[in-house]
Structure formats: C-alpha cells, structure tokens
C-alpha cells in the first residue's frame, strides 16, 4: 500500500458505519466489486490519481474512511462514465466517485481547494444571475485560486472571437434560483 | 385410521430451528393419530426400520414423515411403508426443512408452522386411497440428441450394450465443438485424433441410426413409450447415393462463401462436405449461397456429380422415431463478443476468439495450421488473450463463469509459442479456474516454461494504432493500467446454452435455468436426470463443461437408460385421473382441455356418453378435474376432497 | 387450529417448478416470512378457483397460486388455463366483498431461489399490512353475494 | 405546426458565452429542417458539476425548474444541445420517477410524467433521419474525412441516456455520412477529453485532448465533429496546448455537428458561427454555392 502503510490492520481501521453511508448515498452495493480493474482500466485521469479506483472501491470494502476521503482521486474524477458502462458488477463506479466528494467536503476533506473554490464561485454566479456569467466566474475564480498567470494565453483568443460576454444575464427568477442554491447547498 | 408420525431431526438441519419433539406432541392432538415420535435422521437405514417397525407394531394404515422436500426423498419412504406392507400411496410428507427450518430463524414461529403442515398432511393421508399402477411393455431404443463428444459417447455406450439407438443432429455432421478443436488440455493430444475414431465407430455401428441436418419437431408420449417427430432438413443431395467423392466441391463457382466451419475465416464453396473427416461424409448445399437458388441457373454440382446425387427439388421431410428414453446432450454456444463495442471484435479483423484461433492453429484450417492475421497474413509477434469475454459479467447477462476458458487459453498461449517461438503471449485474467487434473499445473508451465506473461486485470478497451492493436487494460496487482501493443488479440468468449436450446426444452416439458441451461433432477444426486422421467441430460447443455466431464456425463446417461431398459416393463404412476360414471354429465369438457388426448367417449347400453380416461396416455396433470362442472373427473392423490381437507385444515 | 395469533398465507405450488422453486429457496437458506402454508398440486392446471375462494372465506388471510412461466409447463399448456381461470378470481373476489389483493398468482421456475424469496417476503409484507382476514363482505359491499356462495 | 409538435429549447450557459456558434448553428439547421424551437422563457442554469458537490435534490431543483418552465408552455420535449445540462435534465427526470413527491416539493409543483429530455444529436437523428437530411443537402461535402467524437455523456450511461451504444455510438456518423462525408472508423468516439479538468488542471486536459487529437490525425481524418460545447473547447481552444504538450503540430479544426450540417443545407456562413473556431475549418469547408433549389 502507498503511503508507507505496508501493514494494515484489518479489523482496526475498519469503519462499518462508512461503508453503509457511501452505499446507502451511492445506491450501488459495493460488496459487489469483485477487483477485476476494469475501471482502472477504463480511467482516463488514472495517471493522475494517488490511489487507482479499483483500490478506492476496495478501500470502500474494507471500510478505511481517512484513506478513501483524503485520496486526490476523487477529486480528479472527470465523471466520463467509462468505469460505470464496463463494469461487469454493474456498479455505477462515477456514481460512487461523485458520493465520495459529498461525504469529504461534509467530514471537511477537501484535496483539491481550487476545485472548491470554483464550485463556490459557480454557484454564486448562479445565484446572482440565474445563469453562469463565464467572463465573471472565471475572472472571481483565477483571483480567488492566485492561479491569474495560467491559462493567461486563452484570453485573448476567446477576446479576438468574442466568445466572452461582458455584461451578465440576469434572469427574471434569480431569486427563486437563488433560493434553490441557498436551500439546496451547505455551501453558500 | 390408524395413523403415524415421524418428525425428523436431520441432525441440526431441522432441529436447530424447529422443535420437532413439540411437533411429534402436536401432532398426537390430530384425529387418527396414534403414534408420532421424532428420529434423528429418518431417511437412514435405522430411520426407515423404525418406521417398518412402528407400522407393524402400532398396525398403522398411514404414514406422515415431516422431513425434507418430498422432491428429495418420497420415493424412499415409498418404499420404506411397501417394505411394511402399507400401500406406497398411504404415504404423506410434510416438508419441514426446505420450506420451514431453513428459511426462517424464530423457532417457535417454525415450531407452529411445522405442526400445521404435519396436521394438514395428517388430514390429506386420512383420505388417502391404496393406488396401483399397471404395467406396460417398455419400448428399448433411445434417442440421443445432439451429436457432439457427450452424445457421441452416450450413444457408442448404449448401442455397445446393445441397444438400438438413434443419434439426432442438427449440423449436418456429427463431432460438435470438439470437432474443431486443435488440440485438448492438459495433454495436448490432437482432437480429431481421439474423437475422429469415435465419429467413425458412430457410423459403423450397425444399431445406431444416425439423422443428421435434424431437429426434433415435438414429443409425444411417456417414459417407456415416447413418439419423437424429427424434420429431416433438406440438404439437397441425396445422402443415399452420395459417396463423398468431394468433385461437387471441387467444380463449384461459388466458392467465397462464410465457412462456418472454420468460425468465418476462410471460404467455403456452396456445396460442401464441412470438413474432411466428417460423419456423414455427405455434401449438403448451403442454399443463401448457391447461385441456382439465388439465380435459377448453374446446376454445375448437378452436372457434374457422378452418380447423379444432387436434388434442387428436395424438401424438409418428417421423421417419426418410437423410443423408451431420450439422452438430451445439445452442448454450447459461445458468447457472441460484439457485445462488448470497447473490443471491437467484428470490426477490427484481427480481434478474434478463441475458436477462431483454434480453427488458425489446426492443420486443416483456413491457414493450415499457420499462425497468421486475418488481416494480412502476417505472423503475430505479440499475442494478447483475454479471459472472461462474455463470462461473469453481469453487464452483459452472463454472471457465471465459463469454466473452461482459462485452460483454453493456458493451452493456446503453449501452442502459439510452439508454433511462433519468437512470438511474446499475454494473458488478462481475473482469476485462474484450473480445478481439473494436472490443470493448474498446466498453467503454471505456461507460466513458467513457455514465459507466458500473465496480467491480472480485465481489459478496458481495444483499438487500432498503425498496424497493431492497442490492449488497455489494468494490472491490479500493480494498481496501474496498462496497454499492450498486440498484433493478434484472442477474446476467450464465454459458454452459453446453445442456440434453440430453451425451444426444445418446451418441446421436451424438461425445464432450463435462469442462464437457459437445462436443469438436472437434483443439484448433487441426479446430475443427469432431469425432472421429466426417461429424460436425460450430459454434457455442456446443462452448464458449461469441459471434455471429460462431457464424456463422463455421456457414459453416466447411456448407464442410467441402461438401468431403465434392464427391464421388460414399466409400471405407470396411478397418479392419474378417473371419471365416477354416476356424476358424469357427458359435457365433453375434460376431451378438449386435455392436453394429451387421454380422454375418450364411452358409450353405455343405454346408449348415454361418458367419459373415459385411458391410464395409460394420462399424464396427472389434473386439467380436468380442475375443468369437470359436476366434478366427476377426480385426480388420483390429488382430488378436491384430499386438497380440500388440506385447506380446511389450516383455515379451520 | 389452536391459535390464530399469527397470519396465514395458503400457497398452492406447481410440483415441477415452483415448488422446486421454494425448495431451491429453502437449500440456498433464502430467509422469509413464516406466514406461508404450501399444498403442493401437479400443475397449476389443477387449480379450481373454488379452492382459492373457499381458503379467503374460511379465514386464510392470504391466497398465493405459483406456477412455470407461461411456456414452461411441464404439462405444455396447464398454466395457460391456469391463468385464464385465475384472473377472474380476483375480479369475483371483490365481488363478494373480499380484498382482492389477498390473492396473488405468480410464475417462479425451479431454478429461482431467490426470486421465490422476492415473491413471498412481498407477498407477506402486503398482508401483514392487510392485517386479519375480516370475512366476506368487509371490503365493498355486495349483497347478495353471501346468498351466492351458500347457494 | 401545433404546439405539440414545437420542442422547448434549452440552451444551458454555454452557448450564451464560449459556445455561441453551437447555438446560432443549432437554431439555423433546425429552422432549415423544419423543426421549430421554442426557447424557455427565463431558463436557469442546470447546477453543472460544481451542484453535484451539494445534495443531490440541488442539481434536480435547478433542472427540474426548467423542465417546469417546459412543462408550463405545454411543451413535452425538451432539446438541449449540451451534454452536461442533458445529464442534469435527466438526473431530475430520474428522480421524478424515483422521488415524484419529493421534488415537487423542492420545486413548489410536480413535474409531469410526459416531460423527457433529448439532445440535439438525438433529435436530428431520431425526427429527421439521415434519408430526409440526405434529401435536403444542397452543398455536399464530397468525401471529406471526419471524425465524429461524442465524449462521456451523449450515450452513457446507457440506462440514463437511452440512445445509441455506450461503446460504439454511430447516430452521428450516419448524419455525416448523409451530408457527404466519409467516416473513418475512430476508436476514440467516447475517450474522455477532460471535461472540466481544464479549469484547475490544463495539463489534464492537454494529455487527453491530445489522444483524441492524435488518433484523428492518424485515422486520417481532416477535421473532429462534435457535439457539446465542452469537448469542443478542450479540443479547439485548448488544442494549442495540447500541441505544445506533445511537442507536435495538429491543426485539426473541431466542428459543432450542427455548423456542419447546416453548412451541407447551403445556410451562410453568418448562421453558423463558423468564424468563432479557434483552427480555422473554412478551408474544408465546399465552396461550390448552393444551386437554386429545383422544383420537383
């Protein structure tokens, strides 16, 4: 195992309540997972990933919480589905990978601030306007991330061709979006 | 009446959860009973002597055995109340295991439950009758359909004993899969080398009558006596005068057709004997791809046939066959892989399956024995197979596993190094199934004499990349994913029921599993049986099997017709319906349900009609009973009164 | 009967599928309810509606016929009739005032365990929730129908 | 044409900014073919991945609110040209079907059962048909090799996007095969392109983007076709990165299926929004006029 953890002790780090929660969020039965690869396989961001999914879902198994929470790999996940439409248990896999996100911004992992931080500015930009302003999320996020330099070529392309709008659209039931986001979302 | 009750512990099975000492108390409580006792295993020798001796000493005229499923053991106890002098019919049982013991946990709900089905078979054998069936003459000759190793094997071995047999296969050759297989592990020995003798004995034997290019149309009949209309396909030719001479697929235009034989590749002429050592050798005329059939005009097989065989006017015809049992060995298909778009097979020439690749590896197949691409034609370096195309995979509706696949491709990845020695084997598998003697250690010497390289891990995706395919798949013991660049990629495609297989399971009133293979009698004990009497079942038809298992199915089928036919009569199951004249009202009802015409007029002096059943065509089914308005028509051990105090019993 | 604390389900099971069905159910240690009673028939060919009727009225609080899938029979065609007859129990049973939902007819072939499994843990759920069988005329109200019967 | 045979319109946030061209393309074809769009009035952003992160009932809510706004002008379809709200729209079909009371409660009102969701690759497939569109080309494109890429979300997951095969999707390469292209056969129809990656990790984007670029280069095909905005932007906008990534040179223009076909209908230049293309694809683009439609 990564992370210099050659030894596992199996019963002491395992988190029954864990187990259940990501089942019972997820709708699949990870207990089905017979750890064929064929997500690991099919993974496109797998390069990036510090635990490939086929030992997330098994990580699931043997209920070890820190490790599959604190793991960048759900954070990497691009949902692509490929996992999902090849695995032979007919486990929705991204379906699991998106409820593992859920449950470590709610215990407070968070692997990757720079993808929280733009679903915060996303959803605000919902909610000031009804619909995303890009022009204004991008501006908000590359401030907010310090990230201002890359990307910085894009710019004046997307400028030339006039793919970004400057002045936002507001919609006439903003509020009543807003008032989604806001009853919706532990965030804003 | 004078009635007994056992109430059977089955070691803990049943009394772990059920109080069978409160149950045999209980069941003291019902009318007639006068002795109930529990015993610890009641099928056992001194189990079914207690109840011999219980019957004498306590003059018992009905016996109640709480205990399994009576599908397990009633013939048993049957016999056991006969051996005492009751008739086997003043037998109940209550099913307190399958249905009470090992279903549920709460031991006084199964306590309560388990007395309620004691009383309500306490009430059914109170209005039990002695019942006796009659004998019929036995018809000895037996019909084995599907002619592949396990069919062939039953039939060498019933006809060696000497019974008339009559072999039914669909191909227009008999040999199945096998016949085109390379080599068989973990041996290595050449297929047609050990089957070919085999398929040669099928047609030399005097006592069995071989219907090839056949399917069995209906079935009609009982053990001992059934009628089997079989449709004998035309094929165009006439078998009788054919010699086999092969000039008719020498001079044929057509030549660039599929070859079924050989799994698509290479080409086949319209007119054709499938391959070389086939039984019949005998050309039959593919008719999608004869240029008369499509163009009216050609005849040159016609031509130039030398005695005069070929029939362009030939028409299915019907067959009738009169036979005392039937061994059902229809075999396998496999998986077709097109299911799996991420593989491409079909649309990349060079993903094949295993069988393909065996047809590549064989000396009389499409390359003679030459491994080459489909593609070009050129010799693979780098070979990738993958196991479990089409097996245990839920996604594509087949969750079991093949069974043979892994040795499959153990033995093809030897072989290619065999043939290629430059060539580099990969192998995806997930798990290594290698059960059978000398398999795993087969295995391992691809492994480790052959430098097979084997990656644990089920392959994500197949594409093209130049000339090669790319291989992307995981290493889970690794954690990583991995490709491999491959020139050749062999799908090892699972086993399912073969084709028409859940048809002929209706015809034959035999049942198929949940994956469509047929089922067998009993799980453990009655492996080639089915559930229809005279009915039985080898090889792959009943799940996937390899070779040996498939011939030890077919020898243990031909054994059990064996047994059957060591006599010289049958007696037929009383279990059937009968009219009381008195209350017949001559509505013809029962004559037009019944599905086996085993009801017939019969006219009194007087000159009224009643209905009759004929014993021996009844079946038991019950349908008229269930029909007869005034209820005349009663269902031996199962009429309205014995079904009726059941019910009344637990509703009281 | 002793004690009519608990509820009754009155099962009628074909001898070649489905009752190789519960049995199959039973050998895999399917786990359900204790609510069912089988009374194994040949074929649900057999059945007489009459059966299920007289089990509603004389107090079983529920009715389940369970036979081969339409195809499978092993008689060829006894669950054909089977279902012809069994359909319209449901529509006189709440002619009579009776519930019909107490009564179910379903297929379970033997290979189907678990499918068994399904149908009676469902089956009891729904009565457990019907609670006791009140007798004929509780659900809707059908006069004549009591004179029906005894007729 | 009677309202119900009129389909609502959503075009997600997309293509009021960075897809511009995908919207004025896809307004144009469908007028041209016959089938008439009716924007939703007031639509709201579908949530996107960053709602996803929240309960689920947020992204239901805030699709569901436009199937609502659909459902109110009695309309039963509703068309989406991007992927990304697709999954939204029917992630709240979904728990419609699951959870009716549920979200109705979110949304103030029940959504009707007749509501469905479909792309706009769907519905020019399914409503028109390759026959009918080969039928109305009036500047075909003569054997110019494409690639159709579909990315993640257009057919999977097969039980949420009923259409087509996860693996092997070929509705779109019957579309262009029907305006005059040739279709090689492209292995990399659903890889994965980044999708949103790019906003926190370029890299990712570039490595993927990059295969899929490669591959439709060495199929030889002359340009990618798409259909969701997002994909279109990983593999034309970010396409230099991914050059300069992989150290070579593509210059592979990524259509929008619809500026393809509504260029094939003879529709000008102006309604396709072919300019905004960051590689230019006019090139490829036949330049014979359109004849005057003939009178049969």
Known sequence: MKNGQNVLRIQEHHDCAFVRRVEQQSHQKVSQCYQCGNCTASCAFTDDYDFPVNQIMRLIQLGRKETVLGSRAIWLCGQCQACTVRCPCTIDVARVMGTLRVLALENGYVADKNLRRFADEFLRSVSLFGRVFEAGLLAAYKLRSGTVLSDMELAPELLKKGKLSFVPHRIGGRREVAALVKRFSSAL | MRIGVFVCRCGTNIAGTVDTQAVAAGALASPDVV????????????????????????????????????????????????????????????????????????????????????????????????????????????????????????????????????????????????????????????????????????????????????????????????????????????????????????????????????????????????????????????????????????????????????????????????????????????????AYGEYGAGRYPDVITAMQFERILSASGPYGGHIRRPSDGREPRDIVFVACVGSRDKSVNRPYCSGVCCMVIAKQAILARDHLPEARCYVFYMDIRAPGKNYDEFVRRAVEEYGVQYIRGRVGKIYPKGERLVVQGADTLLGARVEVDADLVVLATGVEPSRGARELAEKLHISADTNGFFMEGHPKLKPVETNTAGIYLAGACQGPKDIPASVAQGSAAAAKVLALFARDSIATDPQTAHVMEKVCIGCGKCLSVCPFGAIQWKTLRDGTKKAQVLETVCQGCGLCNATCPPKAVQLNHFTDDQILAQLETLCA | MTDRSSLRILGFLCNWCSYGGADTAGVCRFRQPALLRIIRIPCTGRMDPMFVVKALVQGADGVLVSGCHPKDCHYGVGNFYARRRLETVGRFLSFIGMDPRRFRYTWVSASEGQRWQQVVTEFSALIEELGPNPGIGSSAPASHSRQFLSG | ??????????????????????????????????????????????????????????????????????????????????????????????????????????????????????????????????????????????????????????????????????????????????????????????????????????????????????????????????????????????????????????????????????????????????????????????????????ES
Request: net charge neutral; hydrophobic share 40%.
């Open chain 2, 35 to 338: 002795y109930a006792t529990e015993l610890l295993y009641t099928c056992s020798e001194p189990g079914q002597q207690e109840i011999q001796n219980a019957v004498l000493t306590h003059r018992l005229q009905g016996v109640v055995v709480a205990a399994c499923s009576p599908r397990m053991h009633e013939l048993t106890f049957r016999r056991a109340v006969e051996k005492a002098g009751l008739n086997r019919y003043l037998l109940e049982m209550a099913n307190i295991r399958e249905h009470v013991s090992w279903i549920g946990q709460d031991k006084a709900a199964n306590t309560e439950k388990a007395l309620e089905l004691v009383r309500m078979a306490v009430a059914k054998v109170r209005r039990n009758e002695p019942l006796f069936g009659s004998q019929v003459p036995l018809t000895k000759r037996v019909m084995v359909i599907g002619g592949g190793v396990a069919g062939i094997q039953a039939a060498l071995d019933c006809a060696d004993a000497g019974l008339d047999v009559v072999l039914v296969e669909r191909e227009p050759t008999i040999g199945g899969k096998m016949a085109k297989l390379d080599k068989t592990f973990p041996t290595i020995d050449c297929s047609s080398c050990i089957l070919g003798p085999k398929m040669v004995d099928v047609a030399q034997k005097e006592n069995i009558t071989l219907h090839a290019a056949t399917e069995v149309e209906s079935l009609s009949g009982t053990i001992g006596n059934f009628t089997v209309t079989l449709r004998k396909k035309a094929v165009y030719v006439d078998w009788d005068a054919c010699t086999g001479c092969g000039l008719c697929m020498e001079k044929c235009p057509s030549k660039k057709n599929p070859d079924g034989f050989n799994e698509g590749l290479g080409a086949a002429p319209a007119i054709r004997i499938p391959f070389p050592q086939a039984i019949p050798k005998k050309a039959h005329i593919d008719r999608s791809a004869c240029r008369y059939f499509s163009t009216g005009k050609c005849r040159v097989c016609q031509k130039i046939c030398p005695v005069g065989a070929v029939r362009f006017d030939m028409e299915d015809r019907q067959v009738v066959e009169h036979v005392g049992a039937i061994i059902v060995a229809t075999g396998y298909d496999l998986f077709d892989p097109a």
């Open chain 4, 1 to 294: 044409m009677p309202m119900s045979d009129c389909v609502a319109y959503y075009p997600g946030c997309s293509l009021e900014g960075l897809a511009v061209e995908y919207d004025v393309s896809t307004r144009a074809v469908c007028r041209a073919l016959g089938l008439t769009l009716v924007e939703l009035n007031d639509w709201n952003c579908c949530g996107s991945s960053p709602a996803s992160l929240h309960e689920p009932m947020l992204s239901a809510a805030l699709a569901g609110r436009n199937l609502l706004l659909a459902q109110e002008n009695h309309l039963n379809t509703v068309m989406t040209p991007c992927p990304g709200c697709l999954k939204a729209l029917k992630g709240a079909i979904k728990i419609r079907d699951s959870h009716p009371e549920a979200l109705a409660q979110a949304l103030g009102r029940p959504l009707s059962e007749q509501v469905h969701a479909v792309s706009v690759l769907q519905l020019l497939y399914e409503k028109v048909g390759p026959e009918a569109l080969s039928r109305a080309v009036r500047r075909g494109f003569d054997g110019l090799p494409v690639v159709p890429y579909y990315g993640c979300l257009l057919t999977r997951p097969q039980a949420v996007a009923r259409f087509d095969d996860p693996e092997n999707p070929v509705s779109m390469d019957r579309l262009l095969e029907a305006v005059g292209c040739t279709v090689p056969d492209f292995p990399f129809k659903t890889e994965c392109c980044g999708a949103t990656s790019g906003i926190t990790r370029s890299d990712i984007v570039s490595r993927l983007s990059g295969r899929i670029l490669d591959m439709a280069q060495r199929s030889g095909a002359r340009a990618i076709v798409v259909a969701c905005p997002l994909c279109q932007q990983n593999l034309d906008l970010r396409q230099a990165q991914a050059e300069k990534a992989m150290g070579t040179r593509f210059g592979i223009p990524v259509f929008y299926l619809t500026q393809v076909i509504g260029w094939a209908l003879g529709l000008p230049q102006k309604d396709l929004g072919l300019e905004k293309l960051i590689v230019p694809g006019d090139g490829l683009l036949p330049a014979r006029e359109p004849p005057e439609p003939s």
